[in-house]
């Protein structure tokens, strides 16, 4: 058999923040809880902000795991093995390539890059990315912080640090955005703005291996890859369509992977549970339908007794498509033959026992990415549609360092910054006109619950930043202004507990700022 290792996560996602007063860890393992580290190790999560109401960083923390062939060993540990680690960042929308509006291959509204046009046309590309490399090895070290430059301006995209085992923790930055003009042309798109840039990052996480010795190690690493992203407002309302989903998707659909017989227990009742919680950021009526349905012993029968209420649900999520979440696909290859089945009665009411469990690497990337966005992709949050290549990955849900087949079907290699660049920029524009319908699970549209917990009616999450408060003004350049100033002092949509029931209620949101704009 061969030893070999692999960092995990595969694909690892870090959050900025404006707050400088520490960072946090998301959880690791399912039904996991937030946490910080410490010199001497990890300890409880103390909160999404910090005192002055900025929003705290997410950190992504990578380790290494021993496999023998494809048997799973177990995380290396310290007192047998010395990590060098090496990562390289690269914030570069401004660099990149026009991003624009096309159709993606079930009909849904996605954007692409348009490689024959720039976001900055005229301009130097090669002075218009931010790019750092950090080398780092041992416990609880602190690697000094690097600054990138963009156009001449100094930029902060990120930080490593490692833990008390020798774990690699990426911080990516503060979540500001800029324009290199001394007046600021007005940010009139949510996509594509002139001379604008933020920290928003990516790259590739690799790593040496050495005995404890000092002796090299001749297995090489299998290498990983962080994703920089916006904050998570809503973080413990998971996207019914998330990365994870999207990139089982491609490797199903390529034939690299089998779908398994459907089951409820696996693919139904998380689709429906994740749906339902939806209700506490989106004020559509079905995530309340979905809710109130969540128990009904019907939609876990396959016989004709539970064959009417299969099918009236399973078109109530079918019409989610657009109709109430533009640009929104259930996967192809995945999620739409499953709720298929299940409308049809082709289906185990309970888990598939034949159905191959993840092991523990493999629960850390599927934990990790199901926090993160996978529809629509217009253009997303974390990552968008090339994730939906299957030449992308090397291996499932880790993305490949040789060329792939990108979106335009020309050959391409993933570097620093290959992700993040096709994203909006800067990533506020995006926040301030993708309201009500896009993506609830991390930019929230509205909360149910205030901060004293009192039920509430239309209380939306980015009132203050709308001009008049008038979603029909989100296009306009002053509310875009308005997300660059205040969107690290905006609410959290967090879970709470009131007489006994779980409630979602907006926490931490700063008194100062004002409730309209």
Known sequence: MARIFKIHPSIGIARVGASKQGYFLAPEEPGGARHEVTDGGDIAFTGFKDAQHFTRRQGARFRIFEYNDDLLVGEISPDKFKIKWKV??????????????????????????DFNAKRNPGSDPTTLTAKVAYDIAGLNQTAPAQLGTIHGRSINIGEVLTDHRGNLVVLGGFGDAWSWENSPPPLEDYLNNL????????????AVLENA?????????????????PPDFAPDIAPIVSLYDVMLDAMVGSGRLARPKTSFVDDIAPILKRGA???????SSIWSTLSSLIDEPKLADPTAAGAQTRKDVYEALIGIQDAVLDGFRFTAAV?????????????????????????????????????AIGSGFFPGIEAGYVCTKPTLYGEPFRFTRRQFTDTDNQQRTPEPGFFTQRMACPWQADFTECLRNWWPAQRPDQAMFDENLNEVEELFWDRGILLGNDPERADEPGSKKNMIERVHRLGIIEQAEQAGETIFAEKGRDSQVPESA
């Open 88 to 113: 390289s960042l690269a914030a570069s929308k401004a660099a990149g390539p026009n991003m624009i509006s096309k159709k993606g291959s079930q009909n849904e509204k996605i954007i692409v890059p």
């Open 195 to 206: 001379t604008w840039y933020d920290d928003i990052a990516d790259g590739p996480v690799d």
């Open 213 to 229: 010795d000092g002796s090299p190690v001749a297995e090489q690493v299998i290498g990983a890859w962080v994703l920089v992203g």
């Open 277 to 283: 919680e939806l209700r506490w950021t989106n004020g």
């Open 335 to 371: 999620q739409h033959p499953a709720l298929t089945d299940w409308r049809d009665g082709n289906f185990i009411p309970g888990p598939d026992p034949a159905r191959r469990k993840r092991n523990q690497a493999e629960e850390l990337d599927h934990v990790v990415l199901s926090a």
